[in-house]
């Protein structure tokens, strides 16, 4: 082999090597930080860890918005199972029962101890996963 | 009348660039009547364009419900202000918008350099043929011009109150330009790849146009970024949301872009690189519209979901990808350079920066898309939210902030000793070194990535004093625009820095005429009242805020009701100093009478936007020396 031709090589093997490297790093940041969306019967019947963030979408149950100075504890339904919820700060202004919900935390007991809530603005909207099962 | 005569009007501008760009490449553009030709007929494409836009505006300030679009969009209750930014507030007004604006930098190029200059038919050819495929997306799937027949309604719809505002009002507009203004580099490099003659620097014909566009995606990227920061309640100033994404994106490759095309432009190194990233800057921002007007993701920014619409547009933004990168790699070999960059040159430095923007742009945009991915391939929803891109960013950032300090004592084009002990380098590291030792004994920061954030940003700041200092007193040259736009850059790492760090909040629970203490201030309810306003209602409370210093002001927190379409709003009141925000929202009211609140104090957030208008401001200045200097 040409010497010419031999260091070539090397550079294009050496940009392969680091570039896939540099990829693996990337997709390995990124499986580590996914927020897994859940419906509240997923949940039901899926392990969740507690260290892992998880998204839940549903309507806020009719009734069960119960409020204790900064907190608020509402139920996450999807018409077949429902979740507890408990947040701590001020829900948006489109939060109201009935309507629907994300939240965004960690599971603790059955409980999901969320560290934000996000209602869409639209008065159309579902969350992803409950279109057609209402 | 007047609607259907705007609508005429863009068909006409739609034939007439369609002209234009059939003569620049069907017939010799070496020829001068040919090129006076396409010149003219790209002027009377962009008056007819103009017109129309101008009508549509008119129409627009004088409420004339029968154009559909304005009827659902526009109210007569609006200032005349909000009514002409309405125009822009929904997906087919701001589409064509975003078309005049594409046009207007072809025509301000058209009319600003001389017919023989080279490349010009082409590029013209070019930028016609981009406003042809965009000006027929919105004629056949978007069209602004519909009407109402026979009755027009009488009040109109309302825009969405959170629009109503003076940021986002010129927002979109400043986005927009800065956005499609790089169609004037894209369509060099695509002149330059078809006439294929290695000696024409198409690289210095672009460079003030895009350092102008990258200035004003500067600004228009900022301003969103403080809209939704004073807007929107939650108090941050990046969310990491898709439609944020795909502005980061284009910002990204154009400022790898203008540091390449300075490269090429000095030493004619780096040329294939500069072309390749020409290509990528507008076909990102391309992909930025196609992502926020298909609807396939799910974003607070994103316009109504329309399938065929996001199906155009991915087939045009396809066309303009694949022929851009077979004229490339047919032209590859024109393009090679003989030289080497020599080692720990500018050159060499940019490079490593180029490759490190490239990291981001790779990283950024596997995150929008990795969702989409995933939920084919596994049938389950997913987000990537901000830890992933703190993961990648953070890190990236401090290297090429690293870099960026060690490039500054190297010398274009060759390779110099920059490793030397009694220098400004060495004195910066001291200096920087020794303040992270301060900052961390006084208050106390445990954090690695803050600290190693604050040394590099220190680092950078420190070492341009040095530089600022030889250059005024001591006459070395250095190039100006790029100290600014680098402090720039340093202000931003250490003010994001402090501002995660120190920022906090918390929200209360307190009632009319009771206090409460946060952080060392005594924060008194004083007042509630209720106002009535032309198209809204308000709530407003008042807090007497008392801080440990002896210093007092007054919060005015609201909430309001919007009677056009039954939206409630939170408007923020914010305390404004150098140091830090004081920013309060109010929530709900409770059963037994309290009300909730919330209190923020957010650190050095003044600084973030800052540091953005510091990098705009000396791209501005660079582009209007570099007009200047023509002349």
């Known amino acids: ?134 | 009348m007047l609607i259907e005569v705007a609508h005429y009007l863009s068909i006409l501008a739609t034939g007439l660039f369609f002209l234009c760009f059939l003569f620049a490449f069907i017939l010799s553009a070496k020829d001068i009547f040919v090129i006076n030709l396409v010149s003219r007929v790209y002027t009377h494409g962009f008056l007819f364009l103009l017109i129309s836009f101008l009508i549509y505006v008119w129409l627009a300030i004088n409420d004339n419900f029968n154009v559909l679009y304005i009827a659902q969009h526009s109210n007569t209750n609006l200032p005349t202000f909000y009514k002409i930014s309405s125009i822009w507030s929904a997906h087919e007004g701001s589409m064509f918008l975003w078309i005049v604006f594409l046009c207007l930098w072809g025509v301000i190029f058209n009319l600003f350099t001389k017919n023989i200059q080279d490349l010009k038919a082409k590029s013209l050819g070019v930028i016609s043929f981009v406003a042809v495929g965009f000006l027929l997306f919105l004629l056949l799937t978007s069209n602004p011009f519909l009407t109402i027949l026979p009755i027009a309604p009488e009040n109109g719809a309302d825009i969405n109150p959170v629009l109503q505002d003076p940021a986002l009002a010129i927002h979109p507009p400043i986005l927009y330009l800065g956005y499609v203004g790089f169609v004037i580099a894209f369509a060099h490099a695509i002149a330059f790849l078809v006439n294929g003659d290695p000696s024409i620097k198409w690289e210095s014909l672009v460079r003030t146009w895009s350092i102008s566009s990258w200035s004003l995606l500067t600004v228009g990227i900022a301003l969103g970024s403080w809209w939704a920061y004073y807007e929107l309640g939650w108090g941050g100033y990046w969310f990491w949301d898709p439609v944020e994404n795909v502005a980061l994106m284009p910002w990204l490759a154009a400022t790898a872009f203008v540091h390449s095309l300075s490269v090429s432009i000095k030493s004619s190194l780096l040329r294939i690189w500069t072309i390749l990233l020409s290509i990528i800057v507008f076909s990102l921002s391309l992909f930025g519209a196609f992502i926020v007007r298909s609807g396939i993701i799910d974003s607070v920014h994103s316009f109504a979901n329309d399938p065929e619409r996001g199906l155009y547009l991915l087939g045009f933004i396809a066309i303009l990808i694949v022929i851009s990168t077979i004229l490339f790699s047919f032209r590859l070999s024109i393009l090679a350079s003989k030289r080497n960059i020599a080692s720990f040159s500018k050159e060499s430095f940019i490079s490593i920066n180029n490759i490190i923007f490239g990291t981001l742009i790779f990283s950024t945009m596997l995150g929008v898309l990795y969702p989409l991915i995933y939920e084919y391939l596994y049938d389950q929803k997913i987000s990537v939210g901000a830890p992933f891109y703190n993961a990648i960013f953070i890190p990236l950032t401090l290297i090429a902030g690293i870099f960026l300090f060690f490039s500054i004592d190297s010398k274009w084009q060759r390779s110099v000793k920059i490793i030397n002990f009694l220098s400004p380098m060495s004195a910066s590291l001291l200096i920087a070194g020794a303040s992270l030792f301060l900052i961390n004994y006084f208050l106390a920061i445990n954090d690695y990535s803050i600290l190693l954030s604050v040394f590099v940003g220190i680092l950078i700041l420190v070492r341009y004093m040095f530089v600022i200092y030889e250059y005024l007193f001591k006459r070395k040259y250095s190039n100006p625009y790029s100290i600014i736009a680098h402090l720039g850059l340093s202000i931003l790492i250490i003010s994001i820095a402090f501002n995660s760090e120190f920022s906090s909040e918390r929200a209360l629970n307190i009632r009319m005429n009771e206090s409460d203490t946060y952080r060392g201030y005594d924060i008194k309810f004083d007042d509630l009242r209720l106002e009535k306003s032309s198209n809204y209602d308000a709530v407003i409370a008042s807090f007497i805020l008392n801080g440990s210093d002896g210093r007092n002001f007054i919060l005015k927190p609201e909430k309001r009701k919007y009677f056009a379409r039954g939206q409630i709003t939170t408007e923020t009141a914010i305390k404004i100093s150098p140091l830090k925000d004081i920013y309060m929202t109010i929530g709900d009211q409770l059963d037994d009478g309290s009300w909730i609140v919330n209190i923020q104090l957010n650190y050095f957030i003044r600084w973030i936007w800052f540091s953005a208008i510091m990098m705009a401001f000396a791209g501005l200045m660079l582009a209007y020396s570099l007009v200047r200097g023509k002349r």
Do not use: C
Not at chain 1, 52 to 78: A, P, Q, W
Not at chain 1, 110 to 128: G, Q, R, T
């Open chain 1, 1 to 134: 082999m040409k010497p010419q031709r031999k260091r070539r090589l090397t550079t294009v093997f050496l940009i392969l090597i680091s570039s896939a490297f540099g990829s693996f790093l990337i997709i390995k940041a990124l499986d580590t930080n996914l927020d897994f969306f859940f419906t509240p019967s997923e949940l039901y019947s899926q392990n969740i860890p507690d260290n892992k963030r998880i998204k839940v979408g549903g309507m806020v149950l009719e009734g069960s918005v119960k409020r204790d100075k900064t907190n608020i504890i509402f139920e996450i339904t999807d018409y077949k199972n429902s979740i507890t919820v408990n947040f701590n700060g001020i829900v948006p202004d489109l939060f109201q029962e009935g309507s629907g919900v994300v939240v965004l935390g960690y599971m603790n007991k059955d409980v999901i101890l969320a560290e934000e809530v996000l209602a869409k603005h639209d008065e159309n909207y579902m969350p992803p996963n409950l279109e057609i099962e209402k």
